[in-house]
């Protein structure tokens, strides 16, 4: 077998000193709206900014109650700036850990009613690159990904894990990655695959489409659970370095 060959096409390397706004915007979202999760997504520079040559999402428990709108964070995508059609997407990042926490790297098809597209959700696609749900184990991450079947209602493929062999995703910077092309979509956590999932047939159209990335860092939330006074706060998502490749076809 034959190793792919890739070409970068579009990087963050988060060596300016400010976000970059050709690149980027910050969600502001109310508490509540996704999930049920409890934060607020916020744009200021204490939630989400740029520290030793890195992305930094900081989760901030702004009073002694736990609840909801008693948190801020960000949430942070290149809708409408940067989207892609398949290759190889890849990021470099170090997770925060905890009860309640819910961090993700993740695309959603740039078609999207949110960011002003035409589809709705679930009709668009979401690839989820990773989610690690602190509440379940701070040294396991999940992929999945989410669309619409035949008859327009939700599906998704279903969760898969990968676990670490020792300590959590907390610990030290893990590079995870998607490959995805028109047969296939497949997930990789340092190298070393895990998932897969074929998107070839019918169904599967919204993935033959452009998508764009996403980073967030959500607390609580229905699927995420709730933190207690055993999280601490502030949690930060660092993320050194974001990659888009091509794969070069001989």
Known sequence: MIDKQWKLKWADEFDKEIIDSNNWTL????AGRFNDEWQRYTNSNKNAYIENNCLVIKAIHESDKHGLNQYTSARIHTA?????????????????????IWPAFWMLGANIDENGGDTPWPHCG????????????????ESNVHYADPSGS??????????????????????????WNEKQLSWFVDGKQYAEMDISSDEF???HKDF?????????????GRPNNT?????????DWVRVYEEIID
């Open 154 to 179: 939700h599906a998704m493929m279903g969760a898969t894990s990968f676990k670490l062999d020792n300590g959590k995703f907390a610990d030290e910077f893990h590079i995870f990655e998607l490959v």
């Open 80 to 100: 409408n700036k940067q989207s892609w059609k398949y290759g190889k997407i890849a990021a470099r990042i170090k997770l925060p850990q905890g009860k309640g």
């Open 231 to 239: 999280t601490s706060f502030p949690q930060h998502m660092y993320v």
């Open 205 to 207: 159209t919204a993935f």
């Open 27 to 30: 969600q502001v979202v109310k």
């Open 126 to 141: 979401e690839i989820d690159i990773l989610e690690l749900y602190g509440t379940k184990d701070d040294g396991l991450i």
């Open 212 to 224: 764009f990335i996403l980073f967030n860092l959500a607390v609580g939330g229905t699927y995420a």
